[in-house]
């Protein structure tokens, strides 16, 4: 499957110099046109997302991912759960900032990159829970 434009765009933003996108902004501004919110607007709601709400708790990359889903109405109980579910599955069942930095850490991995692909992961997640329960279109 080709990368989404909605990924394209997190990549983009995170690799912005001239403003620096935290994790969860980078992953709900690029879905912010198509659920109709101006960007700055998502971007300054989201400001307090980052590095797990400003104090290592969940996840901002997580948080923008459930933000996303919100917006497009897929809030049943079941794709949430599921959304956890395959977060979970592929971090050892940790959701925290501050737990994944420090396993990232304590594997080799630099802070930035790691934060990279969590923001990849959550973007191209929501938008497959999206598209799979007929919320997103093609």
Known sequence: ???SRYVRRAEEL???????????????????QDAGLPE???????????GGLKMGATCGAVCGGLMVL????????????????RLREKHDGMLNCADLLRVNKERGGLKKPHCDAMVRECVALAEEILRESGKLDG
């Open 1 to 3: 499957m080709c990368e």
């Open 14 to 32: 995170r690799a912005s110099t001239d403003v620096i996108y935290n994790c969860c902004q980078a992953v709900v501004v690029p879905f912010a």
């Open 40 to 50: 700055e607007a998502v971007r300054r709601l989201t400001s307090n997302y980052g």
């Open 70 to 85: 919100g917006l497009f109405g897929a809030n049943d109980p079941a794709l949430i759960g599921y959304y956890y579910r």
